[in-house]
Antibody, heavy 122, light 107 residues
């Protein structure tokens, strides 16, 4: 059974950098076709995908956030880290990490963490 | 950038009725579409991927169809636990995007 859990600060100030860690178990980021992605969801709104990192070190980013977001992995620790620079109040949301499976037509987010709420406020 | 438009925004149903949710894309997607269910206070849950493949553990009353620009999620005989918000999601070259959601509520 795959499990993921997000951790990081609950509150960040405007202009600060947010660093979130996704700790996972039950699967490996060395397995072909496996990735871990980050998704955020502002209160009452639809989810927004941020980035994915794959087993082969391939990184994909949301075009609208590419300049602010970086995703990295530590295969030995079973962790994926998301950093987002220059945080603004509009970045207030629940941030989720999820396992990404599949190639080409069948890419799916099949296991999700519980999410961690982040508020951007001075 | 592909835009996904879901309709209706809200669907009011009684248990036992069928639900038909629509997801329309601004460009052709082949079958690169998935559906997720989200209940209040919970993370989204994968329901359908590759347009019509049920995720493990999803009841057979859920079915997905469509290709190109028009996709449908059908829930045959809605159960009380099915009332939730449903999102469609597309991917292209590893870039993912979500629709705005359809809320299925109890009538």
């Amino acid at each position: 059974q795959s499990t993921l859990k997000e951790s990081g600060p609950a509150v960040v100030k405007p202009t600060q950098t947010l660093t979130l860690t996704c700790s996972f178990s039950g699967f490996s980021l060395t397995t072909s076709g496996v990735g871990v992605g980050w998704i955020r969801q502002p209160p009452g709104k639809a989810p927004e995908w941020l980035a994915t990192i794959y087993w082969n070190d391939d990184e994909r980013y949301s075009p609208s956030l590419r300049s602010r977001v970086t995703i990295t992995k530590d295969t030995f620790k079973n962790q994926v880290v998301l950093t987002m620079t220059n945080m603004e109040p509009v970045d207030t949301a629940t941030y989720y990490c999820a396992r990404v499976l599949g190639l080409v037509g069948s890419i799916r987010l099949d296991s999700w963490g519980q999410g961690t709420p982040v508020t951007v406020s001075s | 950038e592909i835009v996904l438009t879901q309709s209706p925004a809200t669907l009011s149903l009684s248990p036992g009725e069928s639900a038909t949710l629509s997801c329309r894309a601004s460009q052709g997607l082949m079958n690169y579409l998935a559906w997720y269910q989200q209940k209040p206070g919970q993370a989204p849950r994968l329901v359908i991927y590759a347009a019509s493949t049920r995720a493990p553990g999803i009841p057979v009353r859920f079915s997905g169809s469509g290709s190109g620009t028009d996709f449908t999620l059908t829930i045959r005989s809605v159960e009380p636990e099915d009332f939730a918000v449903y999102y469609c999601k597309h991917h292209a070259n590893g870039v993912l995007s979500f629709g705005g959601g359809t809320k299925v509520e109890i009538k």
